[in-house]
């Protein structure tokens, strides 16, 4: 595919601030001279490169196309550009019945970078088996990748890893409130990308191939409204929508069920750090949890909606309960009316140790200045994670890869403010589902992940079809880790095993239409 590169110059001043590069380019040239220009970065282009690895013990030939693809205003004008990873099996003749996994993460303003390098890509962190950093820092093969089953493509949006807004045809950047409109929304983000992904899909010739999204943290947010918008605006029609440590999807859970929802996640925590009594120590946590969740849905969450109402008994009676299965002290469950907030236990948990326990995963340890107060003073397991993935992203994209740039691989970009009105990513996937009867939903989630707790996962599967016509197109998928599972070792294969087996048993029998089928009356 020969693709037209068009070449943009960053504007300086508050352009050059949006749009994050470094003002000049210093690389010495060969003659030993430096010469200073603006960084730029292309439009439209691909670097593609030849691979070879083994999944599961078969040999798997595979391209990698690594570049920049426009987003279109609908005139036709490139009003940003997005930075993505293509992993195409080289050893199939034909695509059109082959997957295809199109892959986003979160934040919002988060690169792909983290499934891509971890958890479904060709290749893995080199972390140790607990996803502990280690050094040198790079990556090595993920003999567990999904690759072998379907091609992937790992999308950044704009002002994320090397993807950038672009100026208009005037040559000006937009202003910050038009770029707001434009990309940094819920609604926004959903709009430019479904017309992105159509681009893509075009140029690859992707049509006939069965088509899933995968989505992690606010990228489940992002792929659950896509999943409507490919439907009804780009006429695409998906097979499987995977959800890996989702957000609300803009599924109301506040007060009393936001509270209840947070005590199965601090019983796995506290289990882990052995901060439970010893008969609950002995026990499994598979054995743990069901217990919990009975509890939380059938006690906890009635007594949190009676507040005052409830006796003094009855309020001592589920203090300990709580007190019992978070390891937080009877005596701070009444003083905090029995809802205990996730940073107050990141704090409190392991206080007398002198440790903070992550947000994101609750097997990160951290230490504060003082050990007083009411929060961690930093998230022991996102620093921990920017250690090891930022140096192997840079060096694994231009040394493997082969794409070079001095524009800046932004981990992290700048999205804010960021239009969080008008959610209903969740409708919309039930909207999906009932439109299409091949669309089915998995959810995967960590169970030490503090952020998007795995009981808040299982609340959404529950509220996302409250007739339970299509609970059967729904499953859920725990592991023993956090938010991003993939990272401890043995949950990389079990993650990935699972999500083999969702995608496989995703494509309907030869034949099969894409109907529901009527039911008589007793049905």
């Not at 005139?75 to 940003?80: F, L, V």
């Not at 988060?110 to 990556?139: C, N, R």
């Not at 506290?270 to 919990?292: G, T």
């Not at 809802?339 to 409190?348: P, Q």
Request: aromatic share 12%; glycine share 6%; no cysteine.
């Amino acid at each position: 595919m020969q693709a037209k590169r068009y070449l943009v110059s960053m504007i300086l001043g508050t352009s050059l601030i949006l749009a994050q590069p470094t003002l000049a380019n210093t690389a010495p040239h060969h003659s030993g001279q430096q010469k200073n220009h603006a960084i730029s970065i292309d439009v439209d282009s691909a670097v593609v490169t030849e691979h070879r690895t083994e999944i599961n013990g078969q040999r798997v030939s595979y391209k990698a196309h690594t570049g920049t693809q426009p987003v279109w205003d609908e005139n036709g004008h490139p009003t940003a550009t997005l930075f993505y990873t293509y992993y195409q099996r080289s050893d199939i003749k034909d695509n059109s019945n082959r997957p295809l996994l199109i892959s986003f993460n979160g934040g919002p303003g988060s690169a792909s970078v983290w499934m891509h390098i971890a958890y479904t890509g060709p290749k893995s962190l080199v972390i140790d088996s607990e996803g502990f950093p280690v050094q040198p820092y790079g990556v090595k093969t993920n003999p567990y990748s999904v690759l072998d089953v379907a091609d992937i493509v790992f999308v950044n949006p704009v002002n994320t890893g090397y993807s950038r807004v672009l100026p208009g045809p005037d040559g000006k950047m937009p202003s910050r409130d038009q770029q707001q409109k434009m990309f940094f929304g819920v609604n926004a983000d959903v709009n430019y990308l479904a017309g992105w992904i159509n681009t893509f899909v075009h140029r690859y010739e992707r049509w006939p191939s069965p088509k899933f999204l995968i989505g992690e943290s606010y990228g489940t947010t992002r792929v659950a409204g896509l999943a409507l918008a490919l439907q009804n605006n780009e006429w695409m029609y998906l097979n499987g929508v995977v959800l890996v440590s989702p957000t609300d999807i803009g599924i109301e859970r506040q007060g009393p069920v936001k509270a209840a929802n947070r005590l199965p996640y601090f019983a796995a925590t506290a289990w882990y750090h052995k901060m439970l009594s010893a008969d609950l120590q002995q026990k499994d946590l598979y054995d743990i949890l069901p217990e919990v969740e009975n509890f939380t849905l059938n006690e906890y969450l009635p007594a949190l909606a009676r507040g005052n109402s409830l006796s003094s008994d009855d309020k001592q009676r589920i203090a300990e309960q709580v007190s019992r299965y978070s390891g937080i002290s009877v005596q701070n469950v009444l003083r905090a009316n029995l809802d205990i907030s996730t940073a107050y236990f990141w704090k409190e948990l392991l206080r007398d140790r002198g440790q903070t326990v992550g947000r994101l995963d609750s097997r990160y340890l951290g230490i504060d200045k003082n050990d007083i107060g009411e929060r961690p003073d930093y998230w022991a397991e996102l620093t921990s994670w920017l250690h090891s993935f930022t140096p192997a992203i840079n060096h694994y994209l231009r040394t493997e890869l082969k794409y070079k740039t001095d524009v800046k691989y932004n981990m992290f970009g700048n999205v804010n403010p960021w239009d969080r009105s008008n959610d209903n990513t969740g409708e919309n996937l039930r909207q999906a589902m009932a439109q299409n009867p091949y669309l089915r939903v998995l959810t995967q989630a960590g169970y030490y992940d503090g952020a998007t707790n795995y009981f808040d996962a299982k609340y959404n599967m529950w509220q996302l079809d409250p007739s339970g016509k299509m609970k059967d197109r729904m499953s859920f998928k725990g592991y023993r880790s956090g938010h991003m599972m993939y990272l401890r070792y043995e949950d990389l294969k079990k993650s990935n095993d699972d999500l083999r087996e969702f995608i496989l048993q995703s494509l309907p029998a030869a034949g099969q239409p894409a109907k529901y089928e009527a039911k008589t009356s007793n049905q």
